[in-house]
């Protein structure tokens, strides 16, 4: 069975600091994404990794995969205010017929001024 | 392009009563997807439809859920009767089907349930 587990679950930090949140899932996968949740809203898709090494920026957020470690990161540079959110790590595997995600169960990150 | 819409955004209901859950994915996505997430914890799967047909059921908890697909358009989830533990939020997602930059699942804003 695919696990992911994030961590922190909790995340406070104050604004221009830097802070990574870390995604580990626990057998081969294929895809990596990464979501962020505001309160109400839809999961806006952040950034989608598709192979080792893969990094991705946008913005103060940047994103890797290292597949080998079975891990990603999700590293925030100099936060701000609006970067307050619930981040969700999830993983899935090509199948036939589309496929199912499996996700880690969110970092709820409060960035402060 | 609408996005993904769920409907209702909040549902309050008693134990033993029935809710439906109705979600309308992206017009042309072939693929839709149930999840939930429950009291904080990580977001569910729950099932997968490919046009009207469902492709994988493994995730609906017990014989009090429902899921139907009428005509390959919008879903509807219908729990029946509600217990307690169903209490979380309901999420739907859609995706075009097969092939690079198809598969990326486009998801609703959820909706809350609250059995009480």
């Known amino acids: 069975e695919l696990k992911v587990e994030q961590n922190p679950l909790f995340l406070s930090m104050q604004e221009g600091k830097n802070y990574t949140i870390y995604c580990n899932y626990s057998?081969?996968?294929?895809?990596l994404y990464w979501y962020r949740q505001d309160p109400g809203k839809s999961l806006e898709s952040l950034f989608v990794?598709?192979?080792?090494?893969a990094v991705k920026q946008e913005g103060r957020l940047m994103a890797s995969l290292d597949t080998k470690a079975r891990l990603s990161t999700l590293h925030i540079t100099a936060a701000v205010h609006d970067l307050s959110a619930t981040y969700f790590c999830?993983?899935?595997?090509?199948?036939?017929?589309?496929?199912?995600?499996?996700f880690g169960e969110g970092t709820q990150l409060t960035v402060n001024p | 392009e609408a996005g993904v819409t769920q409907f209702p955004s909040h549902s309050v209901i008693e134990k033993g009563q029935t809710v439906t859950l109705r979600c309308d994915p992206i017009?042309?996505?072939?693929?839709l997807y149930w999840y939930r997430r429950v009291m904080g914890k990580e977001i569910k799967f729950l099932l997968h439809?490919?046009?009207?047909?469902?492709?994988?059921e493994s995730g609906m908890p017990n014989n009090r859920f429902l899921a139907e697909r009428t005509g390959g358009t919008y879903s509807t989830l219908k729990v029946q009767p509600a217990e307690l533990e169903d209490s979380g939020v309901y999420f739907c997602?859609?995706?075009?089907?097969?092939?690079?930059?198809?598969?990326?699942?486009?998801f609703g804003p959820g909706t809350r349930l609250t059995v009480t």
């Open positions: 997602a859609s995706s075009q089907g097969y092939g690079r930059a198809k598969y990326e699942q486009y």
């Open positions: 057998t081969t996968s294929d895809r």
């Open positions: 990794l598709l192979s080792n090494g």
């Open positions: 999830a993983v899935d595997r090509k199948e036939t017929s589309g496929s199912r995600l499996t």
């Open positions: 017009s042309g996505h072939d693929n």
């Open positions: 439809f490919v046009k009207e047909s469902k492709q994988d």
